[in-house]
């Protein structure tokens, strides 16, 4: 189910061999073929009628040769793919994306996108995944290639998931708590409501009159809503087509996985998305938008993700790069096949907290301060939406074999509840306890949203290729510059839905639903340069409209190894990411800091080339003196006067076995939570090994504490005696702890009157 690898020639690219690469990479391969050779191809493939219209790329990474032969596609994504942006929903057709396979080796295939001369995406052969990105996402300094290729078994495990023990009960009370569908008369109108183009999808949903849609007998598709958070889309310097591309790579990661599994009658199960919004840096500011908060907890943003109405689709799902608590990198709702609510095809109903829809999850890409590598993010992907079809993370003993010795070679599964390294047979599959229980669900509950690819377009708010424009039906629609779909009529009586509407006698140039450099007043392209479509961002200039597009055009790229993200990262193709120590020439590696000596483990090291054996602080590589001076910071807590490169907090340390803390301090990691934490530091052997050396150097303190101890309590037991009650009659009455109460001098009543002498 896998696409197949398109391929671009454009010559003999310099490859250059490399070690480890950040926090996760092992090892990775760097490219630099002629970008501007690339991008010409893919211009002529884009522009040509011709039914050839691969692309050709060559390159040698690995060891071995890679010819890919391109072709334009994406499968995973819908032929009427709806795209929300800060302008509003429109059609969107990624003519940038591509699938294919190597030359000659037909059991070889391939995805990816082709975006300013660079190819980004990965490539399945020699039983591997090989992942092709580009540099600028991995390195802060200007570098002498483009890209880097690295192979999935090559990835280390970066955090886990967020569904521990507290989670699990917090989730169990909220499905627990829903309200039927058949017995809530609100909600049967709830289901039937579709968001048009113009609607904003953070407000209270309102009914509206049931779509019919042409069903299909070869439903095994799930299809999805994606959201990027503005913490994503800044990532990627707020360039839709980046993020589109990597929501591309996503789905086809998840689809190869899944593809490969019988779930109960249900086989060759993809997922497709069919719509996407996209938050960007201005959303930040939206009151309207909920994720708009910094600080949010990972359960806390799966719950405004569930907030909102997502009946149209059977799972949604929000990316975000936000940093959460414990490492986490995925929450998301579990399935399950009986009346409990949550999962696939749930639908928005009422519970005790209000109205929800428990069929989404979210995934975050950053891990304690660092990027997690696609690689991560996709067997993440996987893992939530296992959850959704109705898998718990995998137990017993039997469904863990990476936890037996005798069977470790193997590894876990995707549902294990921690990461794994990826590069075990087991990593990339299903145990079948997942298999079994999420069969339990699938056939439960697939027939009430799965549909099969080939759907109608019309009144979808998708634009497809027969389509000029779509706004949707005739009572959402709010464009004057389309005609929308009648609810009354079928597509073959309504013969101008979806084209371009005549105003004042003139046929519209363009809608709104195309793009956001169409004046939704008078239906034409906005004038050059009298709108900005994109803002500036750190690593890329701001785009504005052409003036023959209704299409924001692509922005200038500032010059790679431009200093961004407050100077700890650098720019490459518009983007910021990258490590300093490549600016030197050098190559980031962990340091170990042994008994006796000064910690450096959350220090920024380098190391020269593969040489582990070179490498050190970066306060102590001479090259780097004057950029740690600049942009080094003093030790806290220190008399040093010689600044540091510290990591940024939550980046891992000691060996990929702790994380940074905001100190600068390398604290292990503990997937257990405060109760584990309380009882290693109670039953530490290190704890009782420090007090008994303490107390034979202050022996004579701890006799005064013993002693003061228990004069203490000899005054307390002296003092509180007094006025506890005995029954032995022959120790004296206790005493009273409260005063006696004062005669009232008044009567009440009509008593006697007291008589004076």
Not at 117 to 133: M, N, P
Not at 614 to 634: L, P, Q, R, Y
Request: hydrophobic residues 30%.
């Amino acid at each position: 189910m896998l696409l197949r690898c398109l391929l671009l020639a454009v010559g003999i690219p310099t490859v250059i061999y490399a070690e480890r690469l950040g926090k996760f990479i092992k090892h990775y391969d760097t490219l630099n073929y002629d970008s501007n050779t690339l991008h010409l191809k893919h211009e002529r493939a884009r522009r040509s009628t011709s039914d050839d219209r691969s692309v050709h790329l060559d390159f040698t990474a690995h060891g071995r040769d890679f010819k890919l032969r391109l072709n334009p596609g994406a499968p995973h994504l819908s032929p009427n793919l709806i795209l929300e942006t800060t302008e509003g929903a429109r059609y969107h057709q990624p003519d940038y994306l591509y699938v294919g396979n190597l030359e000659g080796e037909p059991d070889t295939k391939c995805h990816g996108s082709i975006l300013k001369g660079l190819f980004s995406g990965t490539i399945y052969a020699d039983g591997d995944t090989y992942h092709v990105e580009p540099a600028h996402r991995h390195f802060d300094t200007p570098t002498k290639f483009h890209s880097i290729v690295y192979k999935g078994t090559d990835v280390e495990p970066a955090g886990g998931c967020g569904l521990t023990s507290e989670t699990m009960r917090w989730m169990k009370k909220v499905q627990e708590s829903g309200v039927d569908e058949e017995t809530n008369d609100v909600n049967q109108d709830l289901a039937q409501h579709n968001h048009g183009p113009n609607e904003n999808l953070y407000s209270d949903p309102q009914s509206s009159r049931s779509r019919s849609r042409r069903q299909s007998t070869d439903k095994n598709t799930c299809n999805l809503y994606l959201q990027a958070d503005h913490t994503y889309s800044a990532y990627f310097n707020n360039e839709d087509s980046e993020v589109i591309a990597q929501f591309n790579n996503f789905v086809a990661a998840v689809n190869a996985i899944y593809g490969d599994n019988k779930f109960g009658t249900y086989m060759n199960v993809g997922f497709m998305v069919d719509r996407i919004r996209i938050n960007g840096t201005a959303e930040e500011a939206d009151n309207t938008n909920p994720f708009r908060f910094s600080n949010i907890g990972v359960e806390k943003f799966l719950d405004l993700n569930s907030l909102q109405n997502h009946n149209d689709f059977c799972l949604a799902y929000v990316f975000a790069n936000r940093d959460f608590n414990d490492g986490v990198l995925g929450l998301a709702w579990v399935g399950s096949p009986g009346s409990t609510s949550g999962g696939i095809c749930e639908r928005y109903k009422l519970f005790s907290s209000g109205y929800q829809s428990l069929n989404t999850g979210i995934v975050t890409v950053k891990n304690y301060g660092s990027q997690v590598p696609t690689k991560v993010t996709e067997i993440t992907f996987a893992h939530e939406i296992g959850h959704n079809f109705g898998s718990p993370h995998d137990y017993p003993a039997t469904c863990r074999p990476g936890d037996s010795s005798a069977t470790r070679s193997q590894g876990n599964y995707i549902m294990y509840p921690s990461a794994t390294s990826g590069d075990k047979p087991n990593n990339k599959q299903f145990s079948d306890c997942s298999v079994n229980n999420m069969s339990l669900v699938v056939n439960a509950k697939a027939s009430k949203c799965f549909v099969s690819s080939d759907r109608p377009v019309c009144g979808n708010h998708i634009l497809n290729v027969d389509e000029e424009c779509d706004c949707g039906y005739d009572d959402q629609c709010t464009d004057k510059c389309c005609n929308a779909r009648q609810s009354d009529k079928s597509m073959s009586e309504d013969v101008n839905a979806c084209k371009l509407a005549f105003v004042n006698g003139v046929k519209a140039k363009c809608s709104k639903s195309q793009g956001p450099c169409c004046d939704g007043d008078t239906c034409d392209y906005t004038a050059v340069n009298a709108k900005t479509c994109k803002p500036v961002t750190d690593c890329s200039q701001e785009s504005k409209c052409n003036g023959i597009s209704a299409t924001c055009p692509e922005p200038v790229h500032k010059e790679n190894l431009t200093l961004c993200n407050s100077n700890k990262q650098v720019c490459r193709s518009g983007e910021c990411s990258g490590s300093i120590c490549e600016r030197f020439g050098l190559t980031e590696c962990y340091c170990i800091t042994l008994d006796g000596e000064p910690d450096h483990s959350c220090h920024l090291c380098c190391q020269e080339g593969n040489d582990e054996n070179t490498c050190k602080s970066s306060m102590n590589i001479g090259v780097m003196d004057n950029f740690t001076a600049t942009f080094g910071e003093i030790p806290p807590g220190s008399d040093l006067t010689d600044k540091v490169l510290y990591q940024v907090p939550g980046a891992p340390c000691n060996q990929l076995q702790g994380y940074c803390d905001v100190f600068y301090k390398c604290r292990n990691v503990d997937s257990n939570g405060p109760l584990s934490r309380l009882r290693d530091a109670i039953l530490n052997p290190q704890l009782y090994k420090d007090i008994a050396e303490w107390l034979k150097v202050n022996w004579w303190a701890a006799v005064l504490i013993g002693l003061a101890v228990i004069l203490f309590m000899a005054i307390f037991i002296k003092i509180c005696s007094v006025h506890t009650p005995s029954s032995n009659p022959k120790l004296p009455k206790h005493r009273q702890l409260t005063l006696p109460r004062r005669p009232n001098s008044r009567q009440r009543g009509g008593g006697r009157p007291i008589e004076m002498a």
